[in-house]
Nanobody, 126 residues
Framework: VQLQASGGGSVQPGGTLRLSCSASGVTLSSVAVGWFRQAPGKEREFVSGLSLSGSRKEYADSVKGRFTISRDNAKNTMYLQMNSLNAEDTAVYYC????????????????????WGQGTQVTVSS
């Protein structure tokens, strides 16, 4: 199983980025998925999650209203659209998959996730 995250980069405050995470060896429509991030010196934190069913989405309070998670089953790829970026969003972003049987579970606990991407750097700076 491989998750390949991409789309990071350097943007100015207020800018936008769209992260992608393509999967092989696992069908993203059969798992719950999530995005996490880790800033230097900090623990990895939950950013957003999408349930197996696709009917539930959750966001960290810090990104609510600015970020949108989605999944393209045909491409076996998940996305994180990030708008109105600010310096506090600077981090390495990771995609992850939770091989849960629950159609509605979205976990914010990193230990729950079975597969992780390698991370993509997002830097927001003027």
């Amino acid at each position: 199983v491989q998750l390949q995250a991409s789309g990071g980069g350097s943007v100015q405050p207020g800018g936008t980025l769209r992260l992608s995470c393509s999967a092989s060896g696992v069908t993203l429509s059969s798992v719950a998925v999530g995005w996490f991030r880790q800033a230097p010196g900090k623990e990895r934190e939950f950013v957003s999650g999408l349930s197996l069913s696709g009917s539930r989405k959750e966001y960290a309070d810090s990104v609510k209203g600015r970020f949108t998670i989605s999944r393209d089953n045909a491409k076996n790829t998940m996305y994180l659209q990030m708008n109105s970026l600010n310096a506090e969003d600077t981090a390495v972003y990771y995609c992850a998959a939770d091989r849960t049987f629950s159609t509605l579970r979205i976990s914010r606990n990193t230990d729950v996730y079975n597969y992780w991407g390698q991370g993509t750097q997002v830097t927001v700076s003027s």
